[in-house]
């Protein structure tokens, strides 16, 4: 039982992970300028929104990949609520503020590539796409973890 749960978390979880990290390193290597001016995802709008909510998606999901991995006996046993429930929570919460921070991005984004500024966005546009596929991978993760709850596993 404990190997078809590691199986469901190598499944599940690796994707947010990789999407989320992606997403945050494009967009904080992303620069523009030259000896007079400096641009970086700062100066978006909603850039440090996207940057936080990718951020903590990552940190979130590598945390529970170590849960699974190290204890994840103790999280269905000595845990007062279901994990599974707890899983889908929190997945849920965060697919839809990865939601409104990808979209208000991309809408900042369209806003400024309007502009007649000699940087290259693309950068920033696969940055907010990878926004999307995080919300995408955590919604996916929420309705697998409760499909677990619904099973009736603790």
Do not use: H
């Not at 947010?16 to 945050?24: D, K, M, R, T, V």
């Not at 990552?58 to 845990?79: E, G, I, P, Q």
């Not at 849920?92 to 921070?101: D, E, P, Q, R, S």
């Not at 973890?145 to 596993?153: H, I, N, P, S, V």
């Amino acid at each position: 039982m404990l190997v078809s749960r590691v199986v469901f978390s190598r499944r599940t979880w690796c994707a947010p992970q990789l999407i989320s990290l992606l997403g945050f390193a494009v967009l904080a290597s992303w620069d523009c300028g030259n000896r007079f001016f400096s641009v970086d995802y700062t100066d978006v709008d909603a850039g440090g929104f996207l940057m936080a909510m990718l951020v903590i998606a990552w940190l979130f999901s590598s945390a529970v990949v170590l849960a699974y991995l190290l204890a994840m006996d103790l999280l269905l046993t000595k845990l007062p609520v279901s994990w599974w429930f707890l899983l889908t929570l929190a997945s849920g919460l965060w697919a839809f503020l990865t939601l409104i921070a990808a979209s208000i991005f991309a809408a900042d984004l369209d806003d400024i590539k309007d502009s007649d500024s000699p940087c290259d966005f693309e950068a920033l546009e696969f940055a907010a796409v990878m926004g999307f596929f995080s919300m995408l991978a955590e919604i996916a993760v929420a309705v697998f973890a409760f499909l677990e709850f619904r099973k009736g596993t603790t």
